[in-house]
């Protein structure tokens, strides 16, 4: 099977009007159904397999989003790599940067967080997940953004919240004790999934407001747009700019 590479698409990046669609794919999974069909086809010439996250209509909450079913759905047409986009909150970024984060700490509870289940017949299986990202592809979009001039850092702690809600300015404080740099509601199980199967993972987070308490008073629905707006053309011009080898 082709190496297709894998977009996972956030809040701003529900479609990629340039993705050339060559055909759609509804994939029946043991989890569920995944978010929305799969939609194969190119983007700046890159066979991709394009997936959004919160479904075509962006009507699926962070803690609703089949996460596993996704993954499992985009591993069984033959990909190896994954690259999942979302906008967070900045604890120590600023609104407007892009981030490929290198560490994860999970707040989120009460998600269907792995495909390990009792009791098969099978060993259970402990994943390492140290690194719970892969290098090779962090590097690649590291790469892109220089490539296409865009401010990016090149590591940072994605902290994991349960949503719908944002944070409480507390919370963010106890996030920022803990090491966070970020924060946001999707990047947990995806990534945990991802390495379950053994898949090539990596996060592009875009940084589209300050985190709870960290900015001049309450953080608003206008203010995330419009910064989203915005990041989000830098998300596309860092992605045209992929130079993908054969995994
Ligand atoms: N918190 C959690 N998730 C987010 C935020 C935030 O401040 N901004 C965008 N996604």
Not at 117 to 128: A, F, Q, Y
Not at 132 to 137: D, G, I, K, V
Not at 158 to 163: D, P
Request: with cysteine; glycine share 10%.
């Amino acid at each position: 099977m082709t190496d297709r590479i894998a977009i996972v698409g956030g809040s701003g990046l529900a479609w990629l009007e340039e993705l050339e669609i060559e055909r759609q794919k509804i994939v029946v999974t043991p989890y569920g159904e995944p978010s929305a069909p799969l939609a194969f086809g190119h983007f700046a010439g890159i066979p991709v397999v394009f997936l959004p996250r919160h479904g075509g209509e962006h009507t699926i909450p962070p803690h609703r989003v089949n996460y596993r079913a996704n993954i499992w759905a985009l591993e069984s047409v033959g990909v190896k790599r994954i690259i999942s986009v979302a906008s967070v909150g900045g604890i120590s970024m600023e609104p407007g940067i892009l981030c490929v984060p290198d560490q994860i700490i999970d707040y989120t509870w009460g998600r269907d967080h792995t495909f390990v289940e009792c009791c098969e017949t099978t060993p259970i299986k402990h994943v390492d997940f140290s690194q719970p990202y892969c290098e090779e592809l962090r590097h690649i979009l590291i790469k892109a953004g220089r490539n296409a001039s865009v401010r990016i850092k090149t590591e940072g702690t994605y902290g994991a919240t349960q949503g719908p809600r944002l944070e409480s300015a507390a919370e963010i404080q106890r996030m920022h004790r803990d090491g966070c740099d970020l924060v946001g509601m999707t990047g947990m199980p995806e990534a945990a999934l991802a390495r379950e199967l053994d898949l090539c993972f990596a996060h592009l987070s875009l940084v589209v407001n300050w985190a709870a308490g960290l900015g001049k008073g309450p953080i608003t629905a206008h203010e995330i747009q419009k910064n989203l707006d915005a990041s989000i053309e830098l998300v596309k011009s860092l992605l045209k700019n992929l130079e993908l080898s054969q995994a």
